[in-house]
């Protein structure tokens, strides 16, 4: 008896984990550059209990396969890496990687990737995110400049009045073998891992790291409707485990009812 | 007496089992690749002891007890998984892989060769392709290594394309008769220990790129099998009440002095 309790508990831990993940990635639904994530479950050990029946009438011996669970548990929450809906922002300094690429940052002094191509100018005309981050390495937009151009092969060159070039330079792309193995610190920020390995540098344009497309804004990955969809069978999971959870305690309570 | 009391017992136990199994079954009603267990019962017959009594007391010709005959008491006999196809979800996941069939892949772990209907595959930092557990899937009949940023393709054999190079197979196979498999936890099954049976490949089986393949778990069934659980245990439990107050009766009833 105790046993379906607990099992059917594991149950309700792992569908609020679940609605976790959801509210999560819905909450994130207009952040620029947000992966959305998804928890997935594994079942628990087994016990294997062999039931020693007594011999029946014709001498049969009764069989032992008989295996019983205890439960379910999540076993990672990974972050998807498709590309979302872009949106043209118009903004010289919005850019968004088709492709697999990540913008290197600094933050305090540490190399962080993001996908969230919003930067700005800070007070010294370096580019850096809406945080404040530079991006990697640093490009310094001269006092006189009028106009700022990103090709798709990622130079990005600063114009005076006259289109004549004052500076460029070439923004690198980071990628990882395994994305999903990056460690997500907020701030639309992630960090390498063992997991996902060291950042390849490439260059835009080349094997699949992704061109950068100026003007534009890489929305949030989020499907509403995959979430909605979650968020409805996440909850009624949740409500059958609990009534797995009543019946077992109903039981319990008729066990006690045996001796009056 | 004693004959109703213990058959109400294994009965009891008999649904608490029957609990647990579909407690795990709800719990398990998220997880990818899931296959839902159903336990079997089985009657186990005992002949009345009244058979051993002179078979001729009777009364006005009718026989004074029962025809000798056998009583079926309810045993848990075996858990059979239910290796029916599961509802597949889109998840857009390029290495997210569904099979529609019969048909597992292999999981190599420190254990030996495993089985799972979970194609929920990741990259390791060195690009081998794994579980979400870290154990390498057989591809051609050992693990297999991606190109970083690839761009894989897998087509409806489970062969494998990484831009546009073809890197191998999915090793996916199936046995004459999926009972032989047991489950370990993890979304995984391997062969009993007591049974030699050969793999063989999978032949009817489509793989879906893009896709996983949910529990097999149907909720009503599973509600309707609480329900019968619970009243069964309720019933079981009236029996031991009556016998127990049979039994003080008697004791009462006999023993009293007149």
Known sequence: MMRSLWTAASGMMAMQMNIDVTSNNLANVSTTGFKKSRAEFEDLMYQTMKIAGAANAAGDRIPTGLQVGMG????????????????NTGNPLDLAIEGDGFFQVDVNGEFAYTRAGAFKLDNEGRVVTANGYALQPEFNVPQETQNIVVTEQGRIVAMDKFGEELDGMDIPLFTFVNPPGL????????????ASGDPIEGVPGEENVGTIAQGFLEGSNVDMVEEMVRLITGQRAYEINSKAIMTSDQMLQTANQIKR | MQTSMYNALFGALTQEHRLANTANNLANVNTT???????????????????LLDPIS???????LPVPDEMAQARIALTNIDFSQGSVKETGNPLDVALQGEGFFKVRTLEGDFYTRNGNFHLTPDGELVTSQGFPVLVDGGPVNLEPNARVIIGPEGDIQANGDPVGNFE???????????KLGQNMFRLRPDVQVAEQPADNVTVTQGYLEGAN???VGEMVSMIEAQRSFEAYQKVMHTAQEADQKLIREVASPR
Do not use: C
């Open chain 1, 72 to 87: 379910v548990r999540p076993v990672t929450v990974h972050k998807e890496f498709t590309t979302g809906a872009f949106q």
């Open chain 1, 183 to 194: 460690n997500s610190v907020g701030r639309n920020l992630f960090l390498p891992t063992e």
């Open chain 2, 33 to 51: 690749g899931y296959k839902r267990e159903t336990m079997a019962f089985r009657d186990v017959f005992i002949r009345f002891g009244h058979g």
């Open chain 2, 58 to 64: 009777a009364i006005n010709e009718k026989s004074l």
């Open chain 2, 172 to 182: 996916l196979v199936t046995f004459d008769d999926l009972q032989v498999l047991e």
């Open chain 2, 217 to 219: 778990v149907e909720v």
